[in-house]
């Protein structure tokens, strides 16, 4: 399978997604179209409501789906909508939704009900013959998706009982979007640094989300993190931190 016959489909806080994906000649495309007035975002809610064309992106419309082998989804909402859409213009190829929140996370969407949509995307799996994949062992438990381990735990030879500390000594380090974190996460780094704990945070904000002066000197101020950009700044740090959601059950 070359790379010319999958393509990825994504959301606007999926910039990481995005840049993997560039990097191994993978085309991505966004699902659904970026209203900015409050006139078009009423409009393409009740696009998406009921399940309307015009909901989708134009570059989406007018793609040639057909020609495709595997057609990867990030984590959209109305999942349901997005596999119909794709397995009714091409009855063959395979279909990969990765999720990259618990089934519980719903964020700062207003109106949308995660769990009836994800049923009905559950229901009608044999119909449409895709694939579910999930960092979240619970989940996949539950709903009989594919477990995507994304997280390998790295030890150095010799290591001995003054491992912690000799990693806290180097730093803790976190990178990821905010999600609501971003109190936790000050706050954590308050204590880390009373600690003499040298603590490096890259949280992304939310686009739709206002801060306070604070939190705004504490976020991330250029956004979006290029991805070897963060994996340079792991290798520097010997203690890599993850602030999971409210009854997670694995780590990306």
């Known amino acids: 399978m070359n790379s010319q016959s999958i393509l990825s489909l994504i959301s606007p806080e999926n910039y990481l997604q995005k840049?993997?994906?560039?990097?191994?000649?993978?085309?991505n495309i966004y699902m659904y179209k970026l209203p900015m007035s409050k006139v078009e975002k009423i409009f393409f809610r009740l696009c998406r409501e009921f399940n309307l064309e015009?909901?989708?992106?134009?570059?989406?419309?007018?793609?040639d789906l057909s020609t495709l082998d595997l057609v990867i989804i990030h984590e959209p909402i109305f999942p349901?909508?997005?596999v119909?859409?794709?397995?009714?213009?091409?009855?063959?190829?395979?279909?990969?939704?990765?999720m990259w929140n618990t089934l519980a996370y719903?964020?700062?969407?207003?109106?949308y009900n995660k769990q009836k949509h994800f049923q009905r995307l559950l229901q009608d799996r044999d119909r449409y013959n895709y694939s579910v994949l999930s960092f979240d062992k619970e989940d996949c438990h539950l709903y009989g998706m594919t477990y995507n381990n994304q997280f390998t735990f790295y030890c150095e030879a010799g290591d001995d009982e003054n491992a912690l500390d000799h990693a806290l000594n180097h730093g803790v380090f976190f990178c990821g979007r905010d999600k609501n974190r971003i109190g936790k996460a000050m706050a954590l780094g308050k204590w880390l640094e009373q600690s003499s704990i040298p603590f490096t945070c890259w949280m992304v904000p939310e686009f739709d989300k206002s801060y306070a002066a604070?939190?705004?000197?504490f976020l991330?101020?250029?956004?979006?993190?290029?991805?070897?950009?963060?994996?340079s700044e792991m290798k520097t740090h010997k203690f890599l931190l993850d602030l999971v959601q409210k009854d997670q059950h694995g780590i990306t």
Do not use: W
């Not at 719903?106 to 109106?111: A, E, I, N, V, Y």
């Open 106 to 111: 719903t964020g700062s969407l207003k109106f």
């Open 80 to 82: 349901d909508y997005v």
């Open 19 to 27: 840049e993997l994906m560039s990097a191994n000649g993978i085309k």
């Open 220 to 231: 991330k101020k250029d956004g979006n993190v290029p991805y070897d950009a963060m994996i």
């Open 214 to 217: 604070d939190q705004i000197a």
């Open 54 to 63: 015009k909901m989708y992106s134009e570059e989406l419309r007018h793609f």
């Open 84 to 98: 119909k859409y794709i397995r009714q213009r091409n009855p063959k190829c395979r279909i990969i939704l990765i």
